[in-house]
């Protein structure tokens, strides 16, 4: 049976992804900056996984994989963070609320770990999973 953990996670801007948006989406630096997933030391611990291997991170509206890195605040076991990008955009809800802003706040989300898997380029993502949106359309 997988290790698995169920926490709050929540996005937002960091320093390192408005710099490497303003590079080019498909670099190391834009995966690196965002394709990542801030746990807790103590929730790293439960999951049995180390900075740097792959988690996979999923809830009512999607999953991606992602690095699992040492939450750079805290310490806030059961809270997990992923900067705002094509990653976050996989298991964040579609609805606006009128706002015209999805909540990037309080979704509720499985993460497992994800031994052999690879993050994707935030562009070969995005294109598979607007593929996929057409398809079931």
Same mark, same amino acid.
């Given at each position: 049976?997988?290790? &698995? ?5 929540? &996005? ?5 992804? %408005?710099?490497?948006?303003? *590079? ?10 965002? *394709? ?25 509206? *999607? ?21 705002? /990008? ?6 964040? &809800? ?5 706002? %015209?802003?999805? &909540? ?17 380029? /935030? ?15």
């Amino acid at each position: 049976m997988t290790n &698995s953990i169920e926490v709050n996670l929540i &996005s937002g801007r960091t320093v390192w992804q %408005g710099v490497a948006i303003e *590079g080019h989406k498909h670099d190391d630096g834009y995966i690196k900056a965002c *394709g990542i997933c801030e746990l807790d030391v103590a929730d790293m611990k439960k999951l049995h996984v180390f900075p740097g291997q792959t988690v996979k991170v999923s809830s009512a509206y *999607g999953n991606v994989i992602v690095r699992a890195v040492k939450a750079t605040q805290g310490p806030h076991p059961g809270l997990a963070f992923i900067p705002m /990008g094509p990653w976050a955009n996989q298991v964040i &809800s579609t609805e606006m609320y009128s706002t %015209g802003m999805p &909540s990037f706040k309080g979704v509720q989300v499985t993460i497992e770990p994800a031994p052999g898997e690879t993050v994707e380029n /935030g562009i070969k993502l995005l294109q598979r999973t607007t593929l996929n949106l057409k398809q079931e359309a």
